[in-house]
């Protein structure tokens, strides 16, 4: 569904930001792009969204190859939530924001109105549908931004940091939303700083260093990998510490520490 294939991009021709990268998805997972500050992975990000298109090498999603498609067709492709909400909100309603995908391809009116209902349902925003989404605070904006990808119902899902600004509450949702998405089949990929986070959703970990494809590894791998990890510039997190420092085998979640725990005392 999703492949990148020897991909360079430089903004300027002195520099290259990424070099050499490749990896495929055929989608139903989610994975983690990673990275130091300035690693490469918001221009990634932009290739394979279409608004940049490589230097070199191709990036195709869905069959559709980003160097030959306009930015708005690859859209209904590959769904993306920007780090900055307002980035790309622009209706004067929540609902015609969440509509104005599904309103742009070829359903009839009943499947767009079941499509906006149940991504609004989805992602807590039935009761704001008739407010300005500006009106809306942080994390419900960041929300109206990933109800109007979801109504879209793309294949593949780009998300940049988006459990940044969220209460704990919010970042269940989100990862309940995620986890959703990708039994439905699809692709997601995070961008994502936050590595208790990557721990508990990521089925693969991309690590970008100096814009070159460092890792590209289950999780449990990745964070049991002390090369890997300084690479990208990423610590471990608490229960993956925990079970090293511990002897136990490595856990990425508090309940699966639990039960290396258990198993070790009975
Ligand atoms: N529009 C641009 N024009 C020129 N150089 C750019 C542009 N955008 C990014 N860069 C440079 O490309 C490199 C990679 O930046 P990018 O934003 O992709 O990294 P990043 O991994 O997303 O970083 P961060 O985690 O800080 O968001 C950096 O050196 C950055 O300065």
Redesign the pocket.
């Known amino acids: 569904m999703l492949t990148v294939d020897q991909v360079a991009f430089h ?2 021709a002195a520099t290259p ?1 990424l070099r050499e990268v490749s990896f495929r998805s055929e989608g139903g997972e989610i994975l983690a792009l990673v ?1 130091r ?7 990634l990000l932009r290739l394979l969204n279409g608004l940049r298109k490589p230097t070199q090498g191709a990036v195709v999603i869905a069959g559709k190859n980003t160097r030959d498609t306009p930015p708005h067709i690859i859209s209904h492709s590959i769904g993306t939530v920007f780090q900055t909400p307002e980035q790309q909100i622009f209706n004067a309603t929540v609902r015609d924001e969440v509509a104005f995908g599904p309103n742009n391809l070829p359903l009839t009116p009943q499947q767009r109105e079941e499509r906006v209902v149940r991504a609004l349902a989805r992602t807590r925003l039935t009761d704001f549908a008739g407010k300005h989404p500006l009106d809306l605070d942080q994390a419900q904006r960041r929300f109206v931004a990933l109800a109007s990808v979801l109504a879209s119902q793309p294949p593949a899902l780009l998300l940049d940091e988006p459990q940044r600004g969220l209460d704990q509450r919010g970042k269940n949702l989100l990862e309940e939303i995620i986890r959703e998405e990708q039994a439905a089949g699809r692709c997601i990929i995070i961008v994502c700083h936050d590595m208790e986070f990557v721990a508990r959703l990521a089925s693969r970990i991309i690590a970008l260093s100096e814009g070159r494809l460092s890792a590209d590894m289950a999780p449990v791998d990745f964070f049991s990998d002390a090369p890997a990890m300084a690479a990208a510039s990423v610590e471990p997190p608490d229960t993956l510490r925990l079970s090293a420092a511990l002897g136990l085998p490595a856990s990425l979640t508090p309940s699966s520490f639990a039960d290396h725990w258990l198993a070790r005392h009975n």
């Open positions: 903004y300027s930001v990275g500050n300035g690693a490469g992975k918001s221009t």
